[in-house]
């Protein structure tokens, strides 16, 4: 097992390396007239110069690659080019909101998904189709349509939530979970419909396996069948699906956040690429892959734990 | 029986089938060891082993579906152990092939008459030419002729078997290697595709290659015998010999294994077996004890 | 956006099974006039022919260019000259919606284009030819699903501009992995299907083989992944063009969400179209994609309900027993004694049709204490469902269609019973009636070891210790003949052996000391020298219990060496049923005497068994 996870460690730094030398080198080619661009029209050619050799322009690109690839390693990512925040100021302030929501959207849709895909396996019938049709209409209904579509009616119309969320944890807690309530409920809705009709074929997939129902002729129960059996075998089919929808949801989140004017990981990406402010994109591509690589990890673990077959590999 | 003593359709001379493993740097896994058989024109050589003995991979190394990595597959002459594309195509004239499941040796998305035009169409036979043939392959097997426009699905079990058969005879080929072909069908239709099996050698003359995992059924229609344990061939022989009276103790208990329909007859077959093993037994404790 | 991206990706993935093979050219008509004959799938495909049109022919039907602006007219509200309104610059709403149309459908196409062009070909060699190259492909697949997709285009639009088409491009790379998937798993579950081993030996080419046995097999899985690629491939446009990083000089539906979302507290309608227009196209999308895999699916069916028409047919040949069947009422006295009475029974299926196929009909026979009765028959012949009735296990749409079984005395399907009755049988089941399946290793629960397996079902039903239970599974594990059985007990099922397998589900059976054991087929997936020990076993261990014993076999061999009595089904009906020794040397009836004579043991080798000379059909 410890194996295991060194192993997929190792790959999960392979892919880091890649995506940020890949990234870099992307920046890299766009970053000609950026100096330019920082310090407005009025300057002359001799301050752009300067200005391109203070952020180390002037270099080629390997160098300037492993010398970020050095800052990195020791915890400093630099500073904005336009602002000059350090970027681990930015994302120490930023990832807190942003991973508060996506964590408390993929809780809940863990567990939604899971009871209504389980429910609409066992007793078919009404709550079957219902699940069906809520797929179809989560499939075709964009997740930043449907934030678009709660603000505009329960927040501005009836005037149930805040339309934005721009207050702080200090303000209290109360607060702090209202005004989450909505950009929640818009980043949560796809992944339940999604993930119950998924988890859905899954139960229903292992409940017609011959194992089911020799178990029931040894007469196990049939809640001790679901529970014990079922659910444990269905459960990676379900993990795969909620760590794809966890992914999806750091690029989704960035829209909702831009809905509601929360001051969380969005905004930043979305100023710092269209500036195309190379340390802050690296910083926020790095904070991407390093919760993609940390949740397929667990992820792999946990199914390792539900499969034994796996586990002795 | 009816074998020729010229020179043999397939000689497969000290035949060694390695797979690479699948581990970095492992031993590759030896599916056949030192396999030597001949078959002549218009025989039967029936091969009989468990599951796992390595029967199917010795039929498809004959057919090129597997790794040669020793020894030698002369088929009339010509060695055709590690034959190219282009030679398999001009052999898949003379060498044919019947699988064990009739469900999935037929494209389910092709007409009938497609799946038999197949063979006809590689070898570049033109349409209506191929056409007229079909149809007489059809009424070889004993299938209506309007088939051809049908879907394999459409078709029973032994009825599909009959398609992979005609499928198989379509260019007159002079060996056919039938892999376990009547194992998925039920009884009655296993002794009606046997019948079939029987008729078409009688009337063209074709070799088969016959694997399966039943005695009764290679006794039934094999001239030879050859048996197979953990990818060697233990024994072969005349098929009244091998499959009554065998010598190597693996065929002895494959023989008393297979119950008889008879309750009294079983009775005895059981007590025979009972006795086999207790003199096995006791014949590897002495060895155990010499050694 | 980019939450839905990838799990409707992860969603389509897993479809290739359900259509294998079922999108030949013949089938394909018959796919397509089922689609059209599905009202969803047709309103789908109306939808996006209208939308197509209406956006191909933008530069015809618009109005008003697509940044036409009228200063003088903000916000205006719907009237004859724009139909829809104005935005805040004065932009005719419906013109720009024509104009969003074409480029939202464009990019749409671009993305699904450049994702079939990297993962069809892709897929279809991993697929085929596996070793490094689908190594490589594995790895950077699991690099590119790792990415959010909308993080990414963020970045390249940092990098190459704001240009619809080169996200849309990346997207499509982005995405491409869910083809790859898709087209690898269908080409894998087809490379080792004897067909093409077929192919192989006729000689035809790599190149052919993929093109007529391989690629038909994907293309219905392809098409309906594209439908939800292209959705997907909206939302994600829709979604970047939301955020402002779309080329402010294009009219596009994201655009005017995000103009309207500028203006909500003024004009909320100016939301709703391009909300609207969205939802549409990509909800017919997904209608489409369903409407397509459910057309596939009916393909499938329509096997089966040809062969229930067939079995209808003798089922009305019955309905004179089912007239003598309504007359019984009670126990019949003098009754109590066997063990199981099964009389007239029948079991059907309801059809769509409102038919019932019968797959059981008019079976009586009896089991007595300490007796094996064999139930022989070929496939179809319903004998595995009548054994499945007994133990209350049928599948969910089953339905007793006549006639009772009683166990003990006591029913467990009265008469006049519709399903089984699950109060009285969970009683039984696991206690005094349990059994032993046909496949070895699909029977026990590949997350648990075996002895869970064993333990939980005695202390479940025996309401004893762990403890103990512990130790009776050890000695059950001895008693079936296994060496070592601490071994085993911690052992999970993949680490046996098929034939150690099936001897723990006979020790599971036999756990909590049953007066009736049902065995489905127990030998028959094991190697006949296996068998023989497995026959041995069960033989010692019914002497030893005294249990009654039910064998549902295709193997006269197997009745012979095991069963006191026979009884012959065949189509659901009972044949013929009594003593082993009357039924296998002297059987009354025809299709029993042909079972009989199919079989090979005592026939001289080389001659024709049934057809005397050429007779068919199979």
Redesign the interface.
């Known amino acids: 097992m410890i194996r295991f996870i060194a192993k997929r460690l190792g790959s999960g730094l392979v892919v880091l390396f890649v995506v940020s030398a890949l990234t870099f080198f992307l920046l890299y080619i766009s970053s000609g007239s950026i100096a330019r661009n920082i310090l407005g029209d009025q300057a002359t050619a001799e301050q752009v110069a300067m200005k391109e050799h203070e952020l180390g322009l002037d270099q080629p690109l390997p160098v300037r690659y492993f010398a970020w690839v050095g800052d990195a390693l020791t915890g400093n990512l630099g500073a904005s080019w336009f602002t000059s925040e350090p970027v681990a100021n930015s994302l120490a302030t930023r990832i807190p909101v942003t991973m508060t929501m996506v964590f408390a959207a993929m809780i809940l849709i863990a567990i939604c998904a899971a009871l209504i895909g389980v429910a609409a396996a066992v007793k078919r019938g009404w709550v079957d189709r219902a699940v069906q049709v809520g797929a179809i209409l989560g499939d075709s209904i964009p997740g930043f349509v449907i934030g678009v579509i709660l603000v505009t009616i329960l927040a501005i119309q009836l005037g149930i939530f805040p339309a934005t969320s721009t207050i702080s944890p200090d303000s209290g807690a109360e607060a702090w979970v209202y005004s989450m309530t909505l950009p929640v409920i818009a980043l949560l809705l796809n992944g339940v419909t999604g993930g119950a009709q998924q988890i859905r074929s899954a139960v229903i997939k292992q409940l017609e396996r011959d194992y089911v129902r020799t178990l029931r002729s040894r007469g196990i129960g049939e809640g001790e069948i679901l529970f014990k059996h079922v659910l444990r075998s269905a459960a990676p089919a379900g993990l795969t699906v909620l760590s794809l929808q966890l992914i999806g949801m750091l690029g989704g989140v960035v829209i909702i956040e831009q809905i509601f004017a929360l001051p969380g990981m969005g905004p930043l990406a979305v100023a710092a690429t269209g500036q195309s402010d190379l340390p802050v994109v690296m910083g926020v591509v790095m904070y991407t892959v390093v919760v993609v690589i940390v949740v397929n990890l667990l992820v792999d673990i946990l199914n390792g734990w539900l499969n034994p077959k796996v586990r002795v590999s | 029986m009816s074998t020729t003593e010229n020179a043999p359709l397939l000689t497969v001379d000290k035949l060694i089938v390695e797979y690479p493993s699948k581990r970095f740097r492992a031993k590759p896994f030896r599916a056949l060891t030192d396999i030597n058989i001949t078959i002549g024109q218009g025989e039967t050589l029936g091969l009989v082993g468990e599951s796992g003995s390595g029967k199917t991979t010795l039929g498809r190394a004959v057919l090129g579906l597997a790794p040669v990595t020793g020894g030698k597959i002369i088929f009339e002459g010509n060695d055709i152990s590690n034959a190219t594309r282009k030679q398999r195509r001009t052999l898949s004239r003379d060498l044919q092939v019947v699988f064990q499941d009739p469900y999935t040796s037929l494209n389910p998305a092709l007409e009938i008459g497609d799946i038999l035009a197949e063979p006809l169409g590689v070898q570049g036979m033109e349409k209506t030419a191929a056409k007229k043939r079909v149809k007489e392959l059809l009424d070889q097997v004993g299938l209506p002729s309007d088939a051809i426009h049908r879907l394999p699905r459409e078709f029973s079990g032994g009825q599909r078997q009959r398609v992979a058969i005609a499928r198989a005879l379509a260019l007159s080929p002079k060996l056919i290697v039938c892999d376990e072909p009547v194992s998925a069908l039920d009884l009655t239709t296993q002794a009606r595709v046997l019948d079939l099996f029987l008729q078409i050698q009688n009337d063209t003359g074709v070799s088969y290659l016959f694997v399966s995992h039943d005695l009764d059924v290679v006794r039934h229609i094999s001239h030879r015998v050859a048996v197979m344990y953990h990818g060697e061939i233990v024994e072969q022989g005349p098929a009244d010999v091998v499959t009554r009276d065998p010598e190597h103790p693996y065929t002895q208990r494959l023989l008393l294994a297979s119950p008889v329909p008879d309750p009294d007859r079983q009775e005895k077959r059981r007590a025979d077996r009972h006795r086999l093993l207790e003199i096995q037994r006791q014949q590897t404790e002495q060895a155990g004890a010499l050694a | ?11 389509a993935a897993p479809v290739p099974p359900a259509p ?8 394909r008509s018959t796919v397509l006039r089922r689609l059209f004959r599905n009202p969803l799938g047709l309103i789908a495909m109306a939808i996006l022919t209208t939308i197509t049109l209406l956006a191909a022919l933008a530069p015809v039907i618009a109005p008003f260019q697509e940044n036409f602006a009228n200063i003088a007219k903000t916000l205006a509200a719907p009237d004859a000259v724009n139909i829809l309104g104005t935005d805040s610059a004065g932009r005719d709403v419906w013109s720009r919606l024509l104009y969003g149309g074409q480029l939202t459908l464009l990019s749409a196409v671009l993305c699904a284009a450049v994702a079939i062009a990297i993962g069809l070909p892709s897929g279809l060699i991993a697929g085929y030819y596996a070793g490094k190259f689908e190594a490589v492909s594995n790895w950077m697949v699991s ?1 590119l ?7 990414v ?9 704001p240009s619809v088409w080169i996200s849309m491009i990346a997207f499509g790379i982005l995405i491409s992995p869910s083809y790859f998937r898709l087209t690898r798993s269908a080409v894998q579950s087809v490379r080792n ?3 093409v ?10 190149r052919s083989i993929i093109a ?2 391989i690629f ?2 994907v293309r219905a899985p392809i098409i309906i992944q594209t439908a ?1 690629i292209a ?1 997907v491939a ?3 446009q ?2 970047l063009e ?4 779309g080329d402010p000089a294009k009219a596009t539906w994201g655009v005017m ?1 995000s103009e309207g ?1 500028k203006n ?2 003024l004009t ?1 309608t100016l ?1 709703f179209w391009p ?1 609207f227009a ?2 549409l196209t ?2 017919a999308l ?2 489409l994609g ?1 409407a397509i895999r459910d057309a596939l699916e009916d393909a499938d069916k329509i ?1 089966h309900r ?1 062969k229930k028409m067939h079995d209808a047919e003798h089922a009305a040949s019955a309905s004179a027993a089912k007239a003598a069947r309504k007359t019984l009422a009670a126990v019949e006295a003098g009754t109590e004694h066997h063990l199981v009475k099964v009389t007239n029974l029948g079991v059907g299926y309801p059809q769509a049709d409102g038919s019932i196929k019968k797959v059981v009909d008019d079976v009586s026979f009896h089991v007595d204490r300490g007796e094996i009765l064999g139930i022989v028959g ?2 179809g012949s319903g004998k595995s469902q009548t054994a499945f009735s007994i ?1 209350g ?1 049928l599948p969910d749409t089953a339905r007793i269609v006549g006639g009772a079984i009683q166990f003990d005395g006591n029913y467990t399907v009265a008469p006049g019973d519709e399903k089984v009755n699950q109060d009285r049988l ?1 009683k039984l ?3 005094r ?3 032993i ?1 046909q ?1 070895p290793m ?8 075996i002895g869970y397996q064993l333990v ?2 005695m202390v ?2 025996l309401g004893i210790s762990k403890a103990e239970a512990t130790k009776r599974a050890m000695k059950l594990l001895s008693d079936v003949g296994i060496v070592n059985p601490e071994r085993t007990f911690k052992a ?1 099922p ?2 046996v052996s098929g034939g150690m397998a099936q001897r723990v ?1 006979i020790a ?1 059976a036999i756990s ?1 000391e049953p007066d009736l054991i049902i065995a489905d087929e127990p030998t028959t997936a094991l ?3 296996v ?2 020990d497995v ?2 076993l069960i033989r010692d261990l019914q002497r030893s219990l005294g249990v009654g014993v039910i064998l549902v076999t ?8 095991l069963c006191d009595r026979v009884a012959v089904m065949q189509n659901g009906r009972l044949v013929e049923d009594g003593p ?2 009357d039924i ?2 002297n059987p009354k009836q025809k299709y029993t005497q ?10 001289t ?7 005397s000379e ?5």
């Open positions: 956006m980019s939450d839905s991206v990838e799990t409707a990706a992860a969603a294998t093979g079922q999108s030949g050219t013949v089938v690099i699903m790792s990415l959010p997709g909308l993080i285009l963020l970045t390249i639009r940092a990098a190459f501009g299907e004897l067909y081993d077929a192919a192989r030996v006729s000689g035809l080419s790599d007529r046995h038909s097999v939800a959705g909206i939302a994600i829709s979604g939301f955020l402002g990083l969400l979302f909500v507290y909320p939301l909300a969205m939802a990509i909800g997904v209608l369903n096997k040809r070929e496939s133990l296990l969970s089941r696991g206690k009636i349990s059994y399946p496949e699909s029977n026990l629960d590949p997350a648990f070891t939980t079902p479940r039903v999970y993949h680490e589900l599971g909590c190697d006949v020298t068998q023989a026959l041995e295709h193997n006269f061999g197997v009745v012979a060496d082993v020794r296998l040397r042909t079972l009989l004579a199919s079989m090979l043991e005592g026939k080798p080389m001659t024709m068994l049934v057809s050429k007779e068919p059909v199979a």
